[in-house]
């Protein structure tokens, strides 16, 4: 069984960019779509984007378009969410998680970004 | 953009009891509706897909039901280990996909 690291929390500056990497244990990423989601603090969570790397597409959330970059590595076992230009609204819980289409089975530990000055 | 309303934002409700939560979209999401539990520093965690189809390892006792617009997550006898936050999400008209605000099943 798959199971999704995170990288370690993240403590980041306004207008700064930060990157969070979600490596697959016990697998690999190649034949799966995955999805990056955020969640401030007693809220839902919230969908940015996704990445199927065996076919190197992408979908990203309008709102997120522009500033926001997820890709995999070359041997297909990491993936990566950048986000840039970054302000105190994006501090939150930022997931991982495997999309098996009807739903999200497999999700990493959370990596928590605050952005702060 | 579908947005998700769940009801009640909080259930109070004692162990062995029932629970009944609503999700509401609106627009018709047909049966693309998932339902997930989060507990405190955690993961969320996939309970229920497609309406009503429990992902694997979900005891019997979560079940969904709806279509459309209006969908019920049931819970029925209630656990110790249920007592968590639950949110519906939706993939129709995606992207992008949303998620409801969530239910806080607490103990009465």
Redesign the interface.
């Given at each position: 069984q798959v199971q999704l690291v995170q990288s370690g929390p993240e403590v980041k500056k306004p207008g700064s960019s930060v990157k969070v990497s979600c490596k697959a244990s016990g697998g690999s990423v190649r034949n799966d779509a995955f999805s990056w989601m955020r969640q401030a603090p007693g809220q839902g969570p919230e969908w940015m984007g996704d990445i199927n790397p065996m076919f190197d597409a992408r979908n990203y959330a309008q709102k997120f378009q522009g500033r926001l970059s997820i890709s995999s590595d070359d041997s297909k076992t990491t993936l990566y969410m950048e986000l840039s230009s970054l302000i105190s609204n994006d501090t939150a819980v930022y997931y991982c998680a495997r999309d098996i289409r009807y739903g999200f089975d497999i999700w990493g530990q959370g990596t928590l970004v605050t952005v702060s000055s | 953009e579908i947005v998700l309303t769940q009801s009640p934002a909080i259930l109070s409700l004692a162990p062995g009891e029932r629970a009944t939560l609503s999700c509401r979209a609106s627009q018709s999401v047909g049966t693309?509706l998932?339902w997930?539990q989060q507990k405190p520093g955690q993961?969320?965690?996939?309970l229920i897909?497609?309406t009503s189809?429990r992902?694997?390892g979900v005891p019997a006792r979560f079940s969904g039901s709806g279509s459309g617009t209006d969908f019920t997550l049931t819970i029925g006898s209630l656990e110790p280990e249920d007592f968590a936050v639950y949110?519906c999400?939706q993939?129709t008209n995606w992207?992008?996909?949303?998620?409801?605000?969530?239910t806080k099943v607490e103990i009465k």
């Open positions: - | 693309h998932a997930y993961a969320p965690r996939l897909y497609e189809t992902a694997a949110f999400q993939r992207p992008p996909l949303t998620f409801g605000g969530g």
